[in-house]
């Protein structure tokens, strides 16, 4: 009798199992991640990653909403810093990455993700601090002489530390200054993934110094009391450019499309748009044309 019911026992654990992996091969084995799209595209529809300055500053939905009602191409995307951004473009469920670090970008194409670097826009970085700027940085013309003496008086300085483009930048001008920065002074903010605006407030929470690009200063200058304190050297360039996932390693994107988006973003109507784009707000752009045809609008 006991034989008899392990027998049926057996039995029925076979067929929960093969239950559970017929099921299991219907849905894909596991949920998407929560930050991918899912892997079905809309027809007229691509995908975006991009780095989230501009996201949160407001020029990539503008380029979007005007794309998608000069074409009826509609444009989704999905922010994340520079370096998650390339690494969500890995998987070929994006069609085409906006990011701003040369060197990332550059691997990318070379590793064979993405069939080039096309030039869009630009903007700078500034070096932000308190108004009573205990580390005397104010009116110095280049950012290396400021970094020294925010390492020389341990002046708190808040990184986002997360391999986004905005982190590269700061890295490369430490760097380029000859200084490893390290000790409590030098503080690396816990969600700094989370983007440039909350790295910002947090850095004006804290009275400190931080390296943020011009934009989000801009859009953030009414709620926060941190001043430009260093500005205007040629090495805080930020250039942001558009890289098309490459169709011969994933030939399920929407190549045709990006490339339509990308030759509208680089037009003289986008980059127009890129021109213009905060100067009524703000009084001054947020970001410059960068394109062949954006670099004859500041002529």
Known sequence: METKKIGRYLKTVALLVLVLVLGAGCTGGKEPAPSQPQAAKVENQILLASTIGPIDAGIVSVLEDAFEKKTGIRVRHVGAGTGAALEMAKNGKFDLV?????????????????????????????????????????????????????????????SRGDNSGTHVAEKGLWEKAGLKPAGDWYRVYEKGSEGNVKTLKYTDEQQAYTIIDRATYLTLKDQIKLKVLVEKDEAMLNYITLIPVNPQKFPE???????????????????????????????????????????????
């Open 253 to 299: 994107v929407k190549h045709d499309l990006a490339m339509k988006f990308v030759e509208f973003c680089t037009s003289t109507e986008g980059q127009t748009i890129i021109r213009d784009f905060g100067k009524d707000k703000y009084g001054e752009p947020l970001f410059f044309p960068n394109s062949t045809e954006g670099k004859k609008l500041t002529q």
């Open 98 to 158: 906006m990011v701003h670090a040369k060197d990332l970008e550059e691997k990318f194409v070379a590793d064979g993700f993405g069939t080039e670097r096309i030039d869009l826009m630009y903007n700078d970085f500034v070096i932000v601090g308190p108004e009573s700027d205990p580390a005397g940085i104010k009116g110095l013309t280049t950012s290396a002489e400021a970094l020294k003496k925010i390492m020389d008086t341990k002046s708190l300085f808040i």
